[in-house]
């Protein structure tokens, strides 16, 4: 189907879900910590508005409580918590510049065509304008596991687990119209505790190696397991 | 349904009491009475199911082969809360954990128990899902309890890794959702159901059931422990509190292996007719065979004692995982009996380790000398502990074990290879660690410390009494379950 015979609703679904895709890829660039919670917000935010399109296309009301739930977790309530982090942390002016951002927006990109492969399958099936959708959500999935991988910020890690969170949440709107309000509620409350448990271990993490480099975190590779540690029954 | 509100809501509950409770004498006691009722609850629910089959009802389902984790999840949650309420107070008592750590512990105890019964007795798809990433979040902050760099190292680690690997899971049950849209008459009322999508489930479109699968393998896999996403689960068993690498051996990968397999049944039925019917099966045996080779050969040379027990948690994990893979009957029956007997001997190990590093104030292994002379029960506790998990009859794993094989020179001659090499290969790497640490000469200065063994001696006697001579009922029971999944009778 060419983009232009399709419901203009859709169109924009599909607008939007691009937009989501490239604010993952400025998450995956972006060295400045406070700039890259705005990204992770303003991703949250498209996500969202992707789900209260979809509801108003299909209908379906339990889709308009699924983006009001993402909006105020996503785009309020975490990033705030993050900010809070940040400044408690002094880490507002930190830059966490990439090693080879050349190379990694590379992979990036490699992962975009990888996704649409995957999804092949899933498009035969089904001649619809979500088929596009389901690529661009794994790719949001798969460029969140990426940032995880190259950042050595925890903060940066976290928010590309968000990310990750965004990316599912885009494809159960887009693939299914959401999964049933019971499972989204779980998921939701299961991103919330999780934040909560992620802060506690920001200030632990600061607490004992005094730096949120988690490169430092590396003692219990084997060589040095028997002289650093031990006498802890 | 009774039984099943008992059996799943009591640690709930617990979990918000004991979060509340503020002696730490009495969330001892009071987390071991919890335990106890889940257990009569389990107990009851199990009779139920094995007098009128499946119990089911508000997306709630029990069958025989959830019924039969559930009791073993309960019974482990209460040896191991038996064990953990007098070590938990000698930690508390050296000043490793505060008084509001402990709390927490006793809570998140009662709250990871929740998550697994949750989980097992579940039929929406969603909710397991939401359940096991529960149980991580349960877990997590008591992998860090001790608060060392190398704690919180370890504990920041499974919670990244099982995160990502849960989230792939979850891509995978939205895929599974889209498939089951196209099948189901009325997909937002039951369209996560297991149960729903089981009856339809030759409807579901091939394809995209196996690109479900492979996400949801990925997912659940790295909370089994499957290699290459193992690594957090050596961390995280040897920096948590003993009780807990307990349970997470004990509980937590079956209960990961039990979604595994809850998928392959569903995978399995839509691939039936299509090009590659058992991609799930092979699948599986290639993770399972991978993970048991290098967690065998993982298994030599280590240096810290709770390290070397839980690369032997991925062999055996690997052992199993391998063996749901080859299908069929006997290697089904062989695998879920696996299932019960490696739990049960991991956490009576744990348990032992847990005293054996009281006794000798180290995990290192090249310190803990003369376990048998300064206290023989530890020792003898050990030595047994181990030579039933590396497989030596009359134990249950060795019965198991020669199951699995004989189903494997059966459908796969070739691969009875690896797995025996494997199986050496993971022996002698458990017994020249072991054999020093019981039988060396006790350093000076070493005293037996107060150790409960009951629980590790209930739950070795079982594993022998199985290895003996499967009792009628077990055997019956998990007959049912293999019938459920391969869906043909072994008996």
């Not at chain 1, 992707?50 to 699924?66: E, M």
């Not at chain 2, 089911?56 to 019924?67: C, E, K, N, P, Q």
Request: aromatic share 8%; proline share 4%.
């Amino acid at each position: 189907m060419s983009p232009a015979a399709m419901p203009l609703l859709d169109q924009a679904v599909l607008v939007l879900a691009a937009m989501a895709l490239f604010t993952a890829f400025a998450l995956l660039a972006q060295t400045r910590l406070t700039a890259a919670i705005h990204t992770f917000a303003w991703q949250g935010a498209l996500v969202a508005a992707v789900a209260a399109l979809t509801g108003r296309a299909s209908g379906d009301a339990h889709l308009y409580v699924s983006a009001l739930i993402t909006l105020a977790l996503k785009v309020a309530l975490i990033p705030w918590m993050l900010h809070r982090l940040v400044r408690r942390l002094a880490l507002e002016r930190q830059a966490d510049p990439l090693e080879h951002p050349a190379l990694t927006l590379l992979a990036g990109a490699g992962i975009v065509v990888f996704s649409d492969w995957v999804a092949e399958p899933v498009a035969r099936f089904d001649l619809s304008a979500t088929r596009n959708v389901i690529a661009i959500s794994l790719a949001i999935v798969l460029l969140g596991l990426l940032m995880m991988v190259v950042r050595r910020q925890a903060v940066a890690q976290v928010l590309g687990f968000m990310a990750m969170e965004n990316g599912l949440f885009l494809a159960a709107v887009a693939s299914t119209h959401g999964m049933p309000l019971v499972v989204e509620l779980g998921v939701a409350f299961d991103v919330l505790v999780a934040m909560v448990l992620f802060g506690v271990f920001f200030l632990q993490i600061k607490d004992s190696i005094d730096t949120l480099d988690v490169d430092r975190l590396s003692q219990l590779a084997e060589p040095v397991e028997d002289d650093a540690r031990g006498d802890a029954p | 349904m009774n039984a099943l509100l008992l059996t799943v809501f009591t640690p709930l509950a617990g979990m918000l009491l004991l979060g509340a409770l503020r002696s730490a004498r009495v969330a001892g006691w009071l987390n071991l009475a919890l335990c106890a009722l889940s257990l009569a609850g389990a107990l009851w629910l199990a009779a139920d199911v094995l007098a009128h089959g499946a119990v089911a009802g508000d997306s709630f389902r029990v069958d025989a082969l959830s019924v039969y984790l559930v009791v073993l999840t309960a019974f482990v949650g209460l040896t191991t809360a038996v064990f953990s309420r007098p070590y938990m107070r000698y930690v508390h008592e050296e000043k490793r954990v505060s008084r509001g750590g402990l709390r927490l512990y006793h809570s998140m105890y009662q709250g990871f128990l929740f998550t697994m019964l949750l989980a097992l007795t579940t039929d929406n798809l969603g909710i397991l899902w939401v359940a096991i990433e529960g149980a991580t979040l349960a877990t997590v902050l008591l992998v860090s309890l001790y608060r060392t760099p190398a704690a919180i190292e370890a504990a920041w680690k499974y919670f990244i890794l099982c995160g990502v690997g849960i989230a792939q899971a979850l891509f995978g049950t939205v895929t599974l959702y889209f498939a089951a849209q196209h099948a189901l008459a009325d997909p937002a009322a039951n369209g996560l159901s297991w149960s729903a999508l089981y009856a339809v489930a030759p409807q579901l479109e091939p394809r995209v059931m196996s690109v479900a699968f492979v996400f949801l393998l990925v997912g659940y896999g790295t909370k089994v422990g499957l290699v290459p996403l193992h690594s957090w689960l050596p961390d995280a068993h040897s920096e948590g509190p003993t009780p807990m690498s307990a349970v997470l051996s004990g509980l937590l990968l079956n209960v990961a292996l039990y979604a595994v397999v809850r998928m392959k049944m569903l995978t399995d039925a839509a691939l039936a007719h299509s090009a590659t019917p058992a991609l799930a099966g092979h699948l599986l045996m290639g993770f399972g065979l991978v993970s048991f080779l290098v967690a065998a050969v993982s298994l030599q040379r280590r240096r810290d004692i709770k390290r070397l027990f839980s690369y032997s948690s991925i062999e055996h994990m690997g052992l199993m995982t391998f063996g749901f893979g080859v299908g069929g009957p006997l290697a089904t029956f062989a695998a879920l009996l696996h299932m019960l007997v490696h739990a049960l001997t991991k956490s009576a190990i744990f348990v032992t380790v847990g005293h054996a590093t009281h006794i000798s104030r180290t995990q290192r292994i090249d310190r803990i000398r003369g376990l048998i002379r300064t206290q023989p029960m530890v020792g003898w506790g050990l030595l047994i502990g181990v030579a039933a998990i590396a497989g030596f009859p009359p134990f249950g794993i060795f019965t198991s074990e020669f199951l699995l094989l004989s189903a494997t020179m059966r459908a796969w001659p070739w691969l009875t290879l690896p797995l025996l090499i494997g199986l050496v290969v993971a022996f002698a790497g458990l017994f020249r660690s072991v054999q020093p640490m019981v039988f060396g000469a006790a350093p000076p200065g070493q005293y037996p410390v107060r150790a409960n063994m009951l629980p590790v001696i209930l739950q070795l006697a079982l594993v022998l009494v199985l290895g003996i001579a499967l009792p009628g009922l077990l055997a019956h029971w998990l007959d049912q379950a293999t019938q459920l999944i391969t869906g043909r009778h072994l008996l």
